[in-house]
């Protein structure tokens, strides 16, 4: 699974393999918590987060939202730049 972005010791990757199984989703993995953010709500659809760790990735996403999703449906993989 590639990683588009690393940051604050959040890792987070997209599985570019025909299309992986629908919503648009990224892998979000802190520590020892893994969850899976929606692409199109920016929501959590599965596993938890600390709420801080949660609130930097959304505001990510909300950045690159628009990258994120080209990048899910082209399946042209580029890292993504990180939060400062």
Known sequence: ??????FY???IRMF?????H????IHIK?????AVMSLNTLELIDGKLPNKCFQLVREWAE?????LIEIWDTQKFHRVQ???
């Open 22 to 25: 629908p919503p648009r989703h």
């Open 82 to 84: 990180p939060l400062e």
């Open 63 to 67: 950045l690159h939202q628009a990258e």
């Open 30 to 34: 802190y520590g020892d918590h893994e």
């Open 1 to 6: 699974m590639p990683e588009l972005a690393r």
């Open 16 to 20: 570019l393999i025909d299309r992986e």
């Open 9 to 11: 010791g959040i890792i």
